[in-house]
Structure formats: structure tokens, C-alpha cells
């Protein structure tokens, strides 16, 4: 069977592979005294909290389960905006506002409604590798720029200007970023999207860890700074819904009867239940639960940086947002006998019983020597994670 190019072209989720690989392996230790822990996947520990779930109860129990508006449903949308005055003081008119199939559902609307064939979308490197496969779907060139530390992981004005070519269609940033969770400050990305706008370019940013922000000089929407900046958000995250696939996306005006055309044909719309489910999680009760699980994933945070910092699975740069932490393992490999950070998360999920994943997902610049440790796990699960590390290259 031939399959097209635009397949061939991208590239295994390696995540993913990882984590086949440390499921199998935890089916075998399962009910053992040192059963496999899951610091891998990006995904919340957290489910959805009772108004949501009862909401979601009461509209399959209803009936309202027929399709809605390839936007969304106008009261999802109407509250969407509500959160983003509440929250961060920015008007966004409901009109303005998609909701999706997830986020990725939302990237794969926004690139197919502004990328041409040929097109360079400028990337921070390292960055979520979903994100340059959607680019690269619709017949675009994702082109990943390295960027350090003293950056914090993310592009700079100056570096895109530099890179800015004939081909050029814009930038696709994340702020908090997967795996650093580091975001751009506002000044900077307000100097990114003029040297953009300039050149007649799009500027489109990954906001889904922007609710699990714990630091408010970077806990702050790019949509403050121009009604042309395109912002994916998301329900899996901070309002912890992953399997339900909900999202939405914030676009310019113009763009709306474009991308509704493209959500038409492509998706029909987001699940009604999880819409119905999700019009509970702007509730009082919803939000008040929401921030208590914020103040827990700081504290994970604030606990198990330092302690990999002493293990010598050094982390370059402290998070202010999402479940991160991006760490050096260098020195740690070296104590296992193994080069460079797959074998090192291969040696950990063999001889600890630990999965995490490796730095080759997320791009080339220097991701051969990097981890991601998810830290969207109970305390109890990181503080044993740490005792395993301890042992073996404490």
C-alpha cells in the first residue's frame, strides 16, 4: 500500500512509544511492592470535579446529545469570554471565540486556514512536538530555532527577525511551554508580534497551561495585545478534562466564517456532552475547586525541582506554569553507564520502576541530554519517585 508524503513526513510521537513500552512493563510489576510510576504523560491527575460530571450526566440523560453549531454552543462561548475578563481582564467577544474538537483540533483549524504549501512556521526549539507535525500536515515547513536557558526556552524578537526568510508565514509559540513550562514575558512577546505583524505574518500561541500559571508576570493572555494574535486554549488542562476532547481557539474576526467552513466539513462540531459538561467548570464551586488543584500543582512543583536539583538532574530553568520539569540528566546517565537521556529512560524505567520521558521528541538542540518528568502526579507518587532516584544515583 502507498501512502501519501504528508504521512511519511510525520515523524512517531515518541511519547507515546515510551509510554507502550512502560505500560507493558507496569502490567508485569503490577501488585508488587515496586509498581511502575507514571511521571510521563502530561495529563492531570485530577478528574473533572461533581458539576461537571453532573452536568455531563443530565444532558445524556436529557437527550441533548444531537449536534451542535460547528462553533460551539453560543453559552459555552458566552461563559469562554466571561473567564477571560475574570480572569485576566481581557475583553474577547463571544463571536470571536471557536470551540474545538481539544486544542489539537483547533491547531489543525488554524494551520489549514493559514498555511500554504511551502510555508515556514518559526518554532521554538525545544517545543511540543504535535504542534510542527500540524504545521507540517498542511504542507507547511516548521523551522525550529534552538533557544537557551537565559531565554527561557523561548523565542525572542531579535532571533526572529533574524530567522524571518521570503518563505516565512509566522511564529507558533507556547506560553507556558511543554516540556519547560516556562512562558514568554509579556514585553517580549508584545516585541515578537510586532516584528510579525510588520511582515504581514501570523502570530498564533499555545495557551492551555495558562490557567496553571503561579507566577502573575507571566500569568497573562496574549490576546491583551492585539485582537490579530490567534490563541489555542484548552479544557484538558487546568479545567482537567483530557479524554473529553475540548477545546477552543480565540481568532480575529475576519477569520471566524473561515475556520467555521473548515470545522464544518472537518469535525461537524465538538462532543455536545462535554460542551453541556463544560458550561459547569466556569461555575463558583468549579472555579474554587480549580484554583485549591493550582495551589497543588505549585506545591508538587515547589517540592520536586529542588529535589532533582540535589540528585544532580539539574533544571536549567524553574517553571512558572504547567507540570514540567525539563532536567539535565547528563550526570545521573553517567552514574547508570548510559549516554544521553533515551537510554536514560530506559535504564530508569528497567531499575527503578519510573518513566519518564526522553528529550528526543521535543526537537535537536541539545534535547539529547534532557528529560521532561511530569509533575502532574499525587505528592505521595513524587516523593517516592524521588526516594527511587535517591537510590539508585543519590
Not at 508485569?28 to 511502575?36: F, L, Q, R, S
Not at 510555508?119 to 504545521?135: A, G, K, Q, T, W
Not at 480575529?252 to 473561515?258: C, D, F, N, R, T
Amino acid at each position: 500500500m502507498k501512502f501519501s508524503s504528508r504521512a511519511e513526513r510525520i515523524e512517531p510521537f515518541y511519547v507515546m512509544e515510551v509510554a507502550k513500552a512502560a505500560q507493558a512493563l507496569g502490567r508485569e510489576v503490577a501488585g508488587t511492592d515496586h509498581p511502575m510510576i507514571f511521571l510521563n504523560i502530561g495529563e492531570p491527575d485530577f478528574t473533572a470535579p461533581p458539576l461537571v460530571q453532573e452536568a455531563a450526566d443530565r444532558a445524556v440523560r436529557s437527550g441533548i446529545t444531537q449536534y451542535t453549531n460547528a462553533l460551539g454552543l453560543e453559552a459555552l462561548r458566552e461563559k469562554i469570554s466571561q473567564w477571560y475578563l475574570d480572569r485576566f481582564g481581557v475583553n474577547v467577544a463571544p463571536n470571536r471565540i471557536v470551540v474545538t474538537a481539544g486544542a489539537s483540533a483547533a491547531l489543525q483549524l488554524a494551520c489549514l486556514a493559514l498555511i500554504e504549501h511551502g510555508d515556514e512556521i518559526l518554532m521554538p526549539d525545544p517545543s511540543y512536538p504535535c504542534n510542527r507535525h500540524f504545521v507540517s500536515a498542511a504542507e507547511g515547513t516548521a523551522v525550529l530555532i534552538p533557544t537557551t536557558a537565559e531565554e527561557r526556552y523561548q523565542l525572542s524578537a531579535d532571533k526572529v527577525e533574524a530567522a524571518w526568510g521570503a518563505k516565512t508565514r509566522g511564529v507558533l509559540l507556547a506560553s507556558p511551554s511543554n516540556p519547560t513550562g516556562t512562558s514568554i514575558a509579556p514585553d517580549e512577546l508584545r516585541k515578537i508580534h510586532k516584528v510579525v505583524k510588520q511582515r504581514g505574518g501570523i502570530t498564533i500561541i499555545d495557551e492551555i497551561y495558562l490557567g496553571l500559571s503561579y507566577d502573575e508576570t507571566f500569568g497573562q493572555s496574549a490576546l491583551a495585545i492585539d485582537d490579530d494574535i490567534i490563541s489555542i486554549n484548552s479544557f484538558s488542562k487546568y479545567f482537567n478534562m483530557t479524554g473529553w476532547r475540548l477545546g477552543w481557539m480565540v481568532v480575529p474576526e475576519a477569520m471566524v466564517p473561515v475556520v467555521e467552513r473548515l470545522a464544518q466539513n472537518l469535525f461537524i462540531c465538538a462532543s455536545t456532552i462535554s460542551q453541556h459538561a463544560a458550561l459547569a467548570c466556569f461555575e463558583e464551586d468549579s472555579i474554587a475547586e480549580y484554583e485549591r488543584r493550582r495551589a497543588q500543582f505549585k506545591a508538587r512543583r515547589d517540592y520536586f525541582i529542588p529535589a532533582l536539583d540535589a540528585l544532580g538532574l539539574s533544571v536549567p530553568v524553574m517553571p512558572d506554569g504547567a507540570f514540567y520539569a525539563w532536567a539535565d540528566c547528563t550526570q545521573a546517565a553517567q552514574k547508570l553507564g548510559v549516554s544521553g537521556s533515551w537510554d536514560f529512560a530506559f535504564e530508569l524505567m528497567k531499575r527503578a520502576h519510573l518513566a519518564i520521558t526522553p528529550g528526543r521528541d521535543f526537537g535537536t538542540a541539545d534535547t539529547g541530554r534532557f528529560v521532561r518528568f511530569s509533575t502532574a502526579n499525587s505528592m505521595t507518587q513524587l516523593q517516592e519517585s524521588i526516594r527511587r532516584l535517591q537510590q539508585l544515583i543519590g
